[in-house]
């Protein structure tokens, strides 16, 4: 379109400044971005700085998608069925991947500007925090050997603020069976629980609780899928387990009720969702 313009006359575009200009006045539907040479080797440093991890298997990856903040699926093969293309009730072939950092590139739209963006910068930098941390694994367990951006964590592979944040997290009381967790010596093992790691919770059965100096549980744990906005749970097919802190436990929770016809798929109780929920606040 640019090289038209150009032809025709209509346009001197001598660098990418210039067709970036042309972009934002001439073509409105389009969201043009612009990153200026001091942004490109702004960006390739802090790449350069990055202690990451290659993570086996990502280049087989079709499809990425993001249904809520923080939360990446991916498919190995592509779908086309209804569902998947428009989002709203994604199909089962969906993996659910390692938690993003909370904090997310900000996408500038040229119509909304005049000038080159002047946080093109952190754009570059925070777009590359996020796509290095979103090729984690589907589970808690693995994302801890494949997490990156060289950020100190804790031996559960948890930030130290968040833990301290979890350690006095307090959740409403329920008429059901379901604790928060005020003394972690009220894990037992083959407890149902939620833990929380890489600022996120997720859901669990301990295997077996380790010696008492040590204050850490080992926990297989579920996965999340995603339809229409409801969160359902299941075991994975290759089991996905974990040594954590007892501190990063947030609550004992009832045994989920299994759905759908396979019965492969469980919901959480309304109690243990809604305080679960509650506790998003705090990481």
Known sequence: MASEAVKQGKAFIQDGYEFYKWAHENEKSVCALFYSQVDYDSASQSLADMETKVVPGTMKLHAVYSPSRGVILTRSVSCYCSGCLDGTDLCNGWIEQKRMSSSAAVVVCATSRSSPPSSATGSSSSAADSSSSAAGSSTPAAGSSTSAAGSSSSDA???????????????????????????????????????????????????????????????????????????????????????????????????????????????????????????????
């Open 157 to 283: 592979g948890q930030s130290p603020s968040a833990a301290d944040a979890m350690s006095s997290a307090t959740t409403p009381s329920s008429s059901s069976s379901s604790v928060a967790i005020n003394d972690q010596s009220n894990v037992k093992e083959d407890a149902l629980i939620a833990a929380v790691y890489d600022g996120d919770w997720y859901v669990g059965r301990v295997l077996e609780m380790e010696k008492a100096d040590t204050a850490e549980a080992f926990v297989t744990f579920m996965t999340k899928h995603y339809s229409k906005g409801q969160l359902t749970l299941r075991w994975p097919e290759r089991p996905d387990e974990l040594l954590i802190q007892l501190s990063n436990i947030i609550r004992i929770i009832d045994e989920p009720l299994p759905v759908g016809r396979s019965k492969r798929y469980y919901q959480l109780s309304d109690a243990d969702l809604n305080a679960l929920k509650e506790t998003d606040t705090l990481y």
